[in-house]
């Protein structure tokens, strides 16, 4: 139990379905963010709120679409995805944006597969 | 560009040492981190170095030069527990953390 719950663990989905990621932190962190992990890659962050605001987002294709009504929770909206978008999907928060020492703590993930 | 290099994969024996190499070249260095990430689970925090040297932690240990551009973890006493991927990541100069693809370490009896 790392503080950091993911629901659903496991989707599948057809690409003209919307679904959504739901993510919740019980460690009264400011910091929240969206990892893509795929297989042997490197994790890719996709999405960074600090105090709910949104701080970054690296190119991430609008067919993924965050939203963080609270500190403590964080969404991602799932809309006409690719097969290769299959991943698995990581929550991940920290005490504040990530500096030097602070720690990121990780949620169990959600393993999604695009049909 | 920003890069992390590590092994793919490695296998050690139970009760042995294992060492664990990561590479970074980042625009400016404020850190490197240690995860461990046991399959279908989420990565755990194992260490953070930020100076140059070793810091010990019951059976892991971690090493850090800044001047080589080089870290590893050691892993003592192998137990078929220790069979995970291990992440390395460093941060930048902007605290954007660049991760590596990580090693998967296969401990055998």
């Known amino acids: 139990e790392t503080g950091v719950t993911q629901t659903p663990r496991h989707l599948v989905m057809g690409m003209t379905n919307k679904k959504s990621l739901k993510c919740e932190q019980h460690l009264g962190h400011n910091a929240m963010y969206w990892y893509k992990q795929s297989a042997k890659k490197p994790l890719e962050l996709m999405f960074v709120y600090n105090f709910k605001e949104q701080t970054e987002n690296n190119s991430v294709p609008s067919r993924f679409s965050p939203e963080c009504p609270n500190s403590s929770h964080l969404f991602l909206h799932l809309h006409t995805l690719q097969p290769e978008d299959s991943a698995l999907y990581l929550c991940?928060?920290?005490?504040?944006?990530?500096?030097?020492?602070?720690?990121?703590?990780f949620g169990e993930g959600s393993w999604l597969t695009v049909v | 560009g920003q890069n992390i290099d590590q092994p793919t994969e490695m296998t050690a024996t139970e009760g042995a040492i294992v060492q664990i190499n990561c590479t970074y070249q980042?625009?400016?260095?404020?850190?490197l981190f240690w995860y461990q990430q046991h399959a279908g689970e989420a990565p755990t925090f194992l260490s953070y170095?930020?100076l140059d040297g070793l810091e010990e932690k019951g059976r892991f240990s971690s090493f850090l030069s800044r001047s080589k551009g080089y870290s590893y973890l050691l892993l003592k006493e192998l137990q078929m527990k220790d069979s995970a991927s291990y992440l390395c990541?460093?941060?930048?100069?902007?605290?954007?953390?660049?991760w590596g693809a990580g090693t998967k370490l296969i401990i055998k009896p």
């Open positions: 170095n930020v």
């Open positions: 990541a460093a941060l930048d100069s902007n605290y954007q953390l660049i």
């Open positions: 980042t625009s400016g260095f404020n850190g």
């Open positions: 991940a928060s920290s005490q504040d944006f990530v500096d030097s020492g602070n720690t990121i703590y």
